[in-house]
T-cell receptor
């Protein structure tokens, strides 16, 4: 399975944007890039996913590099509720059944 | 619409005891998953069921069995609990293999 690499932690001030990087240099052409987040003491929740084009939804934006070897999750205005662990996951025909999580990035938001 | 419901929420077992963790979803999803999460760690996939009637091993299946009882329910059984199985267990489901997955609130299991 193609792997992802994320920083262990990132800090942000409230109401400022947060850019969370994810490297996936071995991504295949059929792998989708998924992001989930896990708030303290809760199960993970879906954030966004994409294949090639940048994607936007009410929670975040996903910017995908042209060569698809990296992507960035953008939280436009961080709130205290955005403090969570963010997971970048690749899903493709070989791994669709597995939804495997890595260590993720711990985001700390300070008032 | 309850989403993914796990029971029980908390459980304490003695070493060697058995128990079944229950998971049910009301979203008519095809795929279901069981994960464990140890303190300070990411989620690890135990078993998954891509569709009703099928189950497959994930990263850490040893010591567990699963049953996809019907489309709604996917249970996880510990036949002989060990302290190493102390963890938080999450169930998840999604409609198809590459769509948004929904997670339950977790079952906190302690084996003493």
């Amino acid at each position: 399975d193609a792997k992802t690499t994320q920083p262990n932690s990132m800090e942000s001030n409230e109401e400022e944007p947060v850019h969370l990087p994810c490297n996936h240099s071995t991504i295949s052409g059929t792998d989708y890039i998924h992001w989930y987040r896990q708030l303290p003491s809760q199960g993970p929740e879906y954030v966004i996913h994409g294949l090639t084009s940048n994607v936007n939804n009410r929670m975040a934006s996903l910017a995908i590099a042209e060569d698809r070897k990296s992507s960035t999750l953008i939280l436009h205005r961080a709130t205290l509720r955005d403090a969570a662990v963010y997971y970048c996951i690749l899903r493709g025909p070989d791994s669709w059944g597995k939804l495997q999580f890595g260590a993720g990035t711990q985001v700390v938001v300070t008032p | 619409n309850a989403g993914v419901t796990q029971t029980p929420k908390f459980q304490v077992l003695k070493t060697g005891q058995s128990m079944t963790l229950q998971c049910a979803q009301d979203m008519n999803h095809n795929s279901m998953y069981w994960y464990r999460q140890d303190p300070g760690m990411g989620l690890r996939l135990i078993y998954y069921s891509a569709s009703e009637g099928t189950t497959d091993k994930g990263e850490v299946p040893n010591g567990y069995n699963v049953s996809r009882l019907n489309k709604r329910e996917f249970s996880l059984r510990l036949e002989s609990a060990a302290p190493s199985q102390t963890s938080v267990y999450f169930c998840a489901s999604n409609r198809h293999l590459n769509t948004e997955a929904f997670f339950g609130q977790g079952t906190r299991l302690t084996v003493v």
